[in-house]
C-alpha cells in the first residue's frame, strides 16, 4: 500500500498558502522586503459561490485572496474574514498566522485515483471544490506534513489559464 510520500512523489508542486490576518500587509512584506512581484488585488470570496464544502456540507465562509507566480510556484494569500472554513480554522489555532497548505496539481483525469489512495490512507478530506478549471481536495494531513494538503485536479480549460497566469507574472 502506498503511503502520503508515495502518492503525492509523482505530482507537481503548484502552490504553497499562507493564511494570514492582515493580507495588505502580507502583500506589502513579500513584494516590498522579498520582492515577490505580481499580487493582484485581493478578491473576496465565498464558499457557496464556489460550492465549497467544509467537512461534507455547504457553509457560509467569507474570506480575501491573491495570488502570484514567482519561481515555479504560486504563493497564495488567504485573510479569512467571516464564517467557517479550514482557513478561519487555522488563523484560530495560530492567530499570527502561517503555511496553512501546500498544492499539487495533476491531469482531473487522475484527480479520483490521487484522492482515493489519499482517503484509503487515513486522511480525512476538509474541504472540497468542484470548479470549471480544476477539482480540489483539501485534506488534514497537519499531523504527517504539517499542513493541510490540497490536490488539484486541472481541466483542459483549467491548464489554458495557468499557462496565461504564469506568463503574466514572468
Not at 134 to 161: C, K, L, N
Request: aromatic share 12%; charged share 15%.
Amino acid at each position: 500500500m502506498n503511503n502520503i510520500n508515495n502518492t503525492i512523489a509523482a505530482l507537481e508542486m503548484a502552490q504553497i498558502c499562507w493564511v494570514v490576518p492582515d493580507i495588505h500587509a502580507a502583500v506589502k512584506f513579500l513584494s516590498s522586503a522579498l520582492g515577490v512581484a505580481g499580487f493582484p488585488e485581493p478578491q473576496y470570496m465565498r464558499a457557496q459561490d464556489l460550492d465549497m464544502t467544509y467537512y461534507g456540507k455547504t457553509v457560509a465562509g467569507e474570506w480575501l485572496t491573491t495570488q502570484a507566480y514567482n519561481g515555479g510556484t504560486f504563493i497564495e494569500l488567504v485573510q479569512p474574514l467571516s464564517g467557517q472554513s479550514m482557513f478561519h480554522d487555522y488563523l484560530a489555532k495560530y492567530p499570527l498566522g502561517g503555511i496553512q497548505h501546500t498544492a499539487f496539481r495533476l491531469p482531473v483525469s487522475d484527480f479520483e485515483k490521487i484522492t482515493s489512495e489519499l482517503r484509503e490512507q487515513g486522511y480525512e478530506v476538509i474541504s472540497e471544490v468542484d470548479h470549471p478549471i480544476a477539482r480540489m481536495a483539501f485534506f488534514d494531513t497537519y499531523q504527517t506534513m504539517g499542513v493541510a494538503t490540497e490536490i488539484m485536479g486541472i481541466t483542459p480549460e483549467g491548464w489554458s489559464i495557468v499557462k496565461q497566469m504564469e506568463k503574466a507574472q514572468h
